[in-house]
Each structure stands twice: as structure tokens, then as C-alpha cells.
T-cell receptor, first 108, second 117 residues
């Protein structure tokens, strides 16, 4: 069974500091991994997908199959990055499973 | 970009009544639609997955007779909470998956807050 683990429920950093939100997964096949973000009072929206290897809003995430991780990183956090972040794993066209989420707070 | 809408955004009902929530993909065809439930300060929990024209697949522990899902077209899915009780009060979020700009992607609706009195 596929599972996504986000070990940190809360993460707080100061503006300008680096931030890393951890995500580990367990899946026997070839996973598709995503990061979703939910800003206050807004819907869930896609931030990154591992297959596109892009950087969005300064965030990057690298799939490490050896460590089964897909950590989200940003070198210099901004206050507007404060939000809930969900790591998600998809099995092709089937369902998408979410981690428990990490609430990031960036302090001024 | 692709948009998923939900209606209503908020509903309050009496215990024992049924509530229908609509989910529409507005500018793409959704091959698969998903329904999630989110409790305060918690993550999304998948309730069921549905493909157009076929029966929904429910997650373990989700009562299919309680949460009726109809996926009548490639752009519309409905969730009906039957004989609602206060413990059904929650935030229900739908999601639609389809190909948009060559990516098979999943988009989320804004959610529906259900309060059962």
C-alpha cells in the first residue's frame, strides 16, 4: 500500500532562512510525487510535480528513490510562503494520497 | 488554468436530511473525480474515487450507502450525504483529474462546508 509521511506537523522559520519540508513515501511501483500548497482560506493548489523538475516560487523538490524521499526546499523563505504544505503520491490515474501536511510559518 | 467548482460552498442542514454537493470541471474533461473529507487542522482523507459512467470505489471505512456518489458526465460528479448526522459535519473537497496542457493533472475544488445541526 502506498503511504506518504510528513514527519513535521509544524515548522517555523524566520524570513530569509532556508526551509526544508520533509516527505517520505512507501510505494512498490514507480511513484508520481507532488507538493500541494493551501494558503489561508484558499483551495488546495499544485506547487510542484517531480516529473517536471521545475522550480516554482523558489521551491524545488528532488525525488530520492534510494531514501524514498521528496523533500521540499527553498533557500530563502518569505512571509508569503506561510501555508499548509501537503506531499502527495499518485499511482497513475488512480487516487492521490496525501501526507498529514506541514504548517509552515515564516516569521518576519 | 483548469478550474473545478463546487456547489454549494456552505450548507447547514438538520439531522436526518440529505444534502447534495455538486462538483464540476469547468474547462476540461475529468476522467476521474475524487471526493475528500478534511477535518479541522487535518489532512485530506480520500473517501472515494469515481470514473464517469461507473460505480465509485470507496475507501475502507467509508459507507457507500451513506455517501452516494454519482459521476454522470465527464464534467460533473455529485456527492449526496444521506440522513446526515452531526458527526458528518466536515469540509468536503472534490478533485478532478484530466489532461490539461499535456499533463495528466489533478485539480481541486474550493470545498463545501457541511454543518449538520
Amino acid at each position: 500500500a502506498q503511504r506518504v509521511t510528513q514527519p513535521e506537523k509544524l515548522l517555523s522559520v524566520f524570513k530569509g532562512a532556508p526551509v526544508e519540508l520533509k516527505c517520505n513515501y512507501s510505494y512498490s511501483g514507480s511513484p508520481e510525487l507532488f507538493w500541494y500548497v493551501q494558503y489561508s482560506r484558499q483551495r488546495l493548489q499544485l506547487l510542484l510535480r517531480h516529473i517536471s523538475r521545475e522550480s516554482i516560487k523558489g521551491f524545488t523538490a528532488d525525488l530520492n528513490k534510494g531514501e524514498t524521499s521528496f523533500h521540499l526546499k527553498k533557500p530563502f523563505a518569505q512571509e508569503e510562503d506561510s501555508a499548509m504544505y501537503y506531499c502527495a503520491l499518485s499511482e497513475g490515474n488512480n487516487d492521490m494520497r496525501f501526507g498529514a501536511g506541514t504548517r509552515l510559518t515564516v516569521k518576519p | 488554468g483548469a478550474v473545478v467548482s463546487q456547489h454549494p460552498s456552505r450548507v447547514i442542514c438538520k439531522s436526518g436530511t440529505s444534502v447534495k454537493i455538486e462538483c464540476r470541471s469547468l474547462d476540461f474533461q475529468a476522467t476521474t473525480m475524487f471526493w475528500y473529507r478534511q477535518f479541522p487542522k487535518q489532512s485530506l482523507m480520500l473517501m472515494a474515487t469515481s470514473n464517469e459512467g461507473s460505480k465509485a470505489t470507496y475507501e475502507q471505512g467509508v459507507e457507500k450507502d451513506k455517501f452516494l456518489i454519482n459521476h454522470a458526465s465527464l464534467t460533473l460528479s455529485t456527492l449526496t450525504v444521506t440522513s446526515a448526522h452531526p458527526e458528518d459535519s466536515s469540509f468536503y473537497i472534490c478533485s478532478a483529474r484530466g489532461v490539461v496542457q499535456d499533463y495528466n493533472e489533478q485539480f481541486f475544488g474550493p470545498g463545501t462546508r457541511l454543518t449538520v445541526l
